[in-house]
């Protein structure tokens, strides 16, 4: 077996799935390539949340995208993840920015950004961004860079 992956518990294995938000199932593995720039890009297009006031569904497209650093996330467990938002209640940018600092706590990234792209609801859309560069390297610069440059979608 490969011993980057030995550690892993959901990939390959029943799917249970959370009740409720469970930042727990993130797992890792070892990035093969950590000397190399490039980007890993997740898309998930059924993600699910509860708002916190009236209870009502919202739904949204997730995007991440990152520069891994040592580590990766394990794409089942990131699914088990954002799947355990489905009976949380959250506003819309809390969702976000509580993905994104997960995410950077989990793996440590050179780099990362998640964006949301919320339905309507009350004829509204909301499209929350945040990203994150390691602190005094030029991965900071590209936050800055990527924030001051993020046009609306």
Not at 14 to 22: E, F, L, N, S, W
Not at 71 to 86: A, D, I, P, T
Request: glycine residues 8%; charged residues 25%; negative net charge.
């Amino acid at each position: 077996m490969d011993r980057t992956t030995d550690r892993l518990q959901s990939l390959g294995r029943t799917t249970g799935y959370k009740a409720d938000y469970a930042p727990e199932v993130l797992e890792t593995f070892e990035n093969k390539h950590p000397g190399n720039d490039y980007w890993v890009q997740f898309n998930c297009p059924e993600f699910t949340s509860l708002c916190p006031i009236t209870g009502q569904p919202d739904f949204a497209e997730i995007k991440i995208m990152y520069i891994p650093g040592r580590r990766m996330v394990e794409s089942k467990s990131l699914k088990l993840y954002l799947f355990s938002f489905r009976n949380h209640g959250d506003f819309h940018e809390d969702c976000v920015n509580t993905i994104m600092k997960d995410l950077v706590e989990l793996m440590e990234p050179k780099y990362i950004e998640v964006a949301g792209l919320f339905t309507p609801r009350g004829g509204i859309s909301i499209y929350p961004y945040a990203n994150y560069g390691q602190p005094g390297t030029k991965y900071e610069q590209l936050a800055l860079q990527r924030m001051a440059a993020r046009q609306p979608v």
